[in-house]
């Protein structure tokens, strides 16, 4: 698939019939809506018990997505406040509105995050949320580069260089993100476990 603008880009993602990739803080992503997550397992070769997690531009717009009691939710809201956006997935509750296809081994959760990257929530802002992971074949490491990622995969949609630094001019085409995965942390109903510990130190969280 060639690079193409802006505008295409969120025009065929938004479709659902196209696979995209674009920089975040952490490690590129590939994405697609979230209803067509099929698509991501398929060209990954992903297994059905690695869940994908749900990425918008703003926390506001994945609290749908999650179910929980008031309380529950003020708590969910004081660590995203605190730290998000960025390098930090929530594993949360899933609400009805969340596709079995993002989780088909557990779909009762689902994973969010907001990203700290100025492209990024610009594509979300235009998109809406989508389903992501890293850009890679499933057991391989994640691919850092645009040219790494179009090679290995032709058919995902990307934006030329010149939209990506259109839309952030501080974006470094050979340095798209820190290389390092989000820390991912789970809501057990009474507190917080941490299933990977990445980019984001928590501390105690409760």
Not at 139 to 144: E, K, Y
Not at 149 to 160: D, G, R, S
Not at 181 to 194: E, F, I, K, L
Request: charged fraction near 15%; charge should be negative.
């Amino acid at each position: 698939m060639p690079q193409v603008k802006f505008e295409e880009f969120v025009a065929k993602v938004s479709s659902g019939d196209y696979l995209s990739s674009f920089p975040t803080d952490t490690v590129p992503a590939l994405a697609v809506r979230p209803d067509r997550a099929e698509l991501i397992y398929q060209v990954k070769q992903r297994s059905l018990d690695k869940p994908l997690i749900l990425m918008a531009g703003e926390i506001a717009d994945l609290w749908d997505y999650v179910a929980g009691s008031v309380r529950e939710r003020q708590i969910w809201q004081e660590v995203a406040t605190t730290f998000l956006p960025g390098a930090l997935t929530l594993v949360l509750p899933a609400s009805p509105l969340v596709p079995a296809a993002m989780n088909p081994k557990d779909p009762t959760t689902i994973g969010v995050r907001v990203p700290d990257h100025t492209i990024a929530r610009q594509i979300l802002a235009a998109t809406g949320p989508l389903a992501t992971t890293s850009a890679n074949r499933s057991g391989q490491p994640a691919l850092q580069t645009l040219p790494q990622i179009e090679a290995e995969f032709p058919q995902v949609l990307t934006l030329f260089p010149g939209e990506l630094q259109q839309l952030d001019p501080g974006f470094q085409i050979d340095r798209p993100g820190s290389g390092i995965p989000s820390t991912v942390v789970r809501w057990t109903g009474q507190g917080w476990q941490v299933l990977r510990q990445g980019a984001v130190q928590l501390g105690d969280l409760g």
